[in-house]
């Protein structure tokens, strides 16, 4: 069984148990007597991003909202990048947060597994390395010496320049003595260094590197996938805090629920799924895109509700190689709860 044939089935599988519940009521309810306790806020952390695009779709058509009927409430929180998203949570300002994994490893390792799980996958694919035109750079091997941009540092297309250059390429970067700049810069800025020649190249998630190629003229170089075994791997994940987990598992469940289905209609249908995506991220960023643009970008992405728990691995690797995880090798027991996915039938 495909992992396609697998969201339909879990989809499915959701479709018949709410079918078999009387109003298909959300858990999570308190209930004393006659007395309804009050709504619980559910404050849901998402990028203005089309890896994002279950989160944007889902706040957007009050999918979320509906799962969480009489029981919750959603906040919408937008960041953008997985740091200070990460921050955010950790402050208690935001309880469930679509992120790239290595916000959510880094995490998880530094606070001993105490504050998150990730609890669904949610895209695979969708990050790209492209080049200005005149950069000389027409395959990665010509990154020595560049200057390149991510998103943040500690992010997940961040750590996937790092570990190229250093590990793949063997160069040693600009910090530590070599020729090879890695400049983070939040995702909508790097348009702007771009038409100003101060990067050279980017690393980072769509549709900021398809809005480059059509509004810029840049190359693409690389699609991240194209690195992994079976072109698949985690991109985006869906992190909660665990106290919240705790507190809370029947919210958890609808919001996951909610997810596989916006996951599985999307991928039935990408180009229904262009016009909602854009005036999202116009209404959040003040800047729509061409629709061109977000087509293409959903083009390089798989949305799913799988987080490929052995990518993570990976990347955690990746990310103790750069000295961003301590000195102890990462283990990851315990990050994924695979206990919320819907089953299949």
Not at 280 to 300: F, H, M, N, P
């Amino acid at each position: 069984m495909t992992r396609q044939q697998i969201l339909r089935a879990a989809v499915f599988s959701a479709a018949l148990l709410c079918a078999g519940l009387s109003g298909c009521k959300p858990a999570g309810e308190a209930t004393t007597g006659n007395t309804t306790t009050k709504p619980v806020a559910i404050r849901l952390a998402y990028f203005p991003n089309v890896t994002h695009a279950p989160a944007i779709i889902g706040v957007a058509d009050g999918t979320f909202s509906k799962a969480v009927a009489g029981k919750a409430t959603i906040e919408p929180k937008v960041f953008l990048n997985g740091p200070s998203e990460m921050e955010a949570l950790l402050a208690r300002e935001v309880d469930v947060a679509y992120i790239g994994p290595t916000p959510a490893i880094n995490v998880f390792i530094k606070t001993k597994g105490d504050a998150v799980r990730i609890v669904s996958g949610a895209a695979s694919g969708g990050a790209v390395l492209v080049a200005r035109a005149d950069s000389g750079i027409t395959k990665p091997e010509q990154l020595v010496g560049k200057r390149i941009g991510t998103p943040q540092k500690g992010g997940t297309q961040d750590v996937a320049a790092r570990y190229y250059v250093t590990q793949v390429l063997k160069q040693r970067l600009s910090e530590e003595g070599g020729a090879t700049q890695i400049i983070p810069t939040d995702s909508p800025q790097l348009a702007t260094l771009f038409e100003q020649k101060s990067l050279d190249a980017a690393w980072m998630q769509e549709p900021w590197g398809a809005r480059l190629i059509a509004e810029q003229g840049a190359k693409l170089i690389l699609e991240d996938r194209e690195e992994w075994p079976g072109k698949q791997y985690a991109t985006t994940v869906i992190v909660v805090r665990n106290d919240f987990l705790k507190a809370h598992p029947g919210l958890v469940r609808s919001i996951v629920t909610a997810h596989t289905e916006i996951a599985a209609r999307i991928e039935a249908d990408k180009k229904a799924a262009v016009a909602p995506i854009n005036a999202e991220i116009k209404r959040l960023t003040s800047r729509g895109l061409k629709d061109a643009i977000i087509a293409e970008s959903l083009g390089r992405i798989t949305f799913t509700n799988d987080p490929y728990p052995d990518t993570l691995q990976t990347q955690a690797d990746r990310s103790f190689a750069l000295g961003f995880l301590g000195r102890r090798k990462p283990d990851l027991a315990g990050l994924v709860d695979a206990s919320f996915l819907p089953a299949a039938p």
